[in-house]
């Protein structure tokens, strides 16, 4: 009678990303069963692919030669992936400007595109993108990565313009003067004209002055000078050499107080 030994298996326990798999081996045996294996590529081998998706235990029984080893112990660690989140939670900017973007969740950050950022890694980053993008950020933690998207919304700036039917009044006179290109408008000052907050005005000063036009899209924006130029109406003055003259004599008369006459 030959007395056969039992075989003594080992095995390795392995850590993985929540939604990956990892391998795990045993040796020692010919042949093994894994159990549980609803989470495993296969029930029997030396080599099997875990899949779950929480800390599991797994245990292992070795063959060689009909006899069987002792129960064996393996265990996966599961590693939640990062949560990242960014703020602000709706960020828009206004054209020309820039914004901070911060994130949190992770230990590690790389965002793309770059061509618009003053760093493309680090939980904080400044945006000063030309048009409407969308931020894609990869944030990494104990060995597992995450992403998420995040859209930061380019408003332009408005086109302002202001045409005046006349540029130079006289005093007493009123010029019409028609804004567009923003949504809104605010004269600054208001005094001498019809509106402060519309874009037709009646403009009547009693001295020359810039009006400025401040026209508003939503969060954006831009100004313009609209200059009324006031000219004092002329005051005549007659004077002649002779005020009083005989029938067939004359007399010269001057007038002054303006360029023409």
Do not use: H
Not at 49 to 68: K, R
Not at 143 to 156: L, R
Not at 193 to 222: E, H, K
């Amino acid at each position: 009678v030959v007395e056969i030994p039992n075989p003594t298996i080992a095995v390795t326990s392995a850590s993985m990303c929540f939604g990956t798999s990892a391998v795990l081996n045993a040796s020692g045996a010919t042949t093994y069963v894994w159990a549980p294996s609803n989470t495993l590529n296969s029930s029997t081998g030396s080599s099997v692919i875990a899949s779950p998706n929480a800390n599991t235990i797994y245990s292992i029984i070795g063959t060689s030669l009909n006899c069987n080893s002792q129960t064996q112990i393996d265990s996966v660690i599961v590693v939640a992936n990062p949560v990242i989140v960014i703020s602000p939670p709706t960020p828009t900017v206004c054209a020309g400007s820039a914004i901070g973007l911060t994130a949190i969740g992770a230990t590690d950050y790389t965002w793309s595109p770059a061509a618009s950022l003053n760093t493309n890694t680090g939980n904080f980053v400044i945006a000063s993108p030309i048009v409407t993008t969308n931020y894609l950020i990869i944030g990494s933690a104990a060995g597992c990565t995450s992403t998420a998207v995040k859209q930061v919304q380019v408003i332009q700036l408005p086109q302002l313009q202001a045409i005046c039917d006349r540029t130079a009044i006289c005093v007493g006179d009123q010029t019409n003067i028609n804004a567009n290109g923003a949504n809104s408008y605010t004269w600054i000052p208001s005094a001498g004209l019809s509106s402060a907050f519309s874009n037709f005005v009646v403009a009547d000063p009693l001295i020359t002055t810039v009006y400025s036009l401040i026209g508003r899209n939503g969060l954006c924006t831009a100004t313009l000078s609209v200059p009324i130029n006031v000219i004092a109406k002329p005051v005549l003055e007659l004077s002649t050499s002779n005020q009083k003259i005989c029938i067939g004599q004359s007399a010269s008369i001057f007038a002054s107080g303006a360029q023409a006459y």
